[in-house]
Antibody
Framework: EVQLVESGGGLGQPGGSLRLSCATS????????MTWVRQIPGKGLEWVAT????????YYVDSVKGRFTISRDSAKNSVSLQMNSLRAEDTAVYYC?????????WGQGILVTVSS | EIVMTQSPATLSVSPGESATLSCRAS??????VAWYQQKPGQAPRLLIY???AGATGIPARFSGSGFGTEFTLTISSLQSEDFAIYYC??????????FGQGTRLDIK
């Protein structure tokens, strides 16, 4: 059974940092691109970042470029999102998802709140 | 950036009837469109990819169509569990991947 489980969310300070992790199981992690998607509570979905299966390519939405970094650890079958220079508008539920084009499996999501 | 526009924002339909949800792309995306269902407190669930291909385990009452800029998700014989929010998404030209704003399907 494919599973994706996010961790690391919570309260972050404006200008501060948080690191999200997504532990995966039930599939061959090294075969798949991985993606982060976020959703402001009560609003729609926003693609955030994607990383290639071998980690050699990364893509970001303009609003997080230079602040967020996506990475992956093949030994741990996990993908991470390092979020720096946090802003209030980064407040959202963050989902990790499998694949880079359309997303066939999703984690349960984790809430990130940026507030002083 | 390709903008995906969904209509209507809210659709009220009675159980057992059919629902037709629309999605328009600001430029041609070929058939590179996916549809998702999201229920309160849950992650999105992939329903349709490549505009008309059903994802694994999705009931046959969910069908997708369209090409270019106009796309449709049809849900026939609505069940109680189908009342949710539905999103379309394009992956033809990325980054960025973009989603529509969603259509809420309510019980009439």
């Amino acid at each position: 059974e494919v599973q994706l489980v996010e961790s690391g969310g919570g309260l972050g300070q404006p200008g501060g940092s948080l690191r999200l992790s997504c532990a995966t199981s039930g599939f061959t992690f090294s075969w798949y691109w991985m993606t982060w998607v976020r959703q402001i509570p009560g609003k729609g979905l926003e693609w955030v970042a994607t990383i290639k299966e071998d980690g050699s390519e990364e893509y970001y939405v303009d609003s997080v470029k230079g602040r967020f970094t996506i990475s992956r650890d093949s030994a741990k079958n996990s993908v991470s999102l390092q979020m720096n220079s946090l802003r209030a508008e980064d407040t959202a539920v963050y989902y990790c998802a499998r694949n880079q084009l359309f997303f066939d499996y999703w984690g349960q999501g984790i809430l990130v709140t940026v507030s002083s | 950036e390709i903008v995906m526009t969904q209509s209507p924002a809210t659709l009220s339909v009675s159980p057992g009837e059919s629902a037709t949800l629309s999605c328009r792309a600001s430029q041609s995306v070929s058939d590179n469109v996916a549809w998702y269902q999201q229920k309160p407190g849950q992650a999105p669930r992939l329903l349709i990819y490549a505009a008309s291909a059903g994802a694994t385990g999705i009931p046959a009452r969910f069908s997708g169509s369209g090409f270019g800029t106009e796309f449709t998700l049809t849900i026939s014989s609505l069940q109680s569990e189908d009342f949710a929010i539905y999103y379309c998404q394009q992956y033809d030209s990325w980054p960025p991947i973009t989603f529509g704003q969603g259509t809420r399907l309510d019980i009439k």
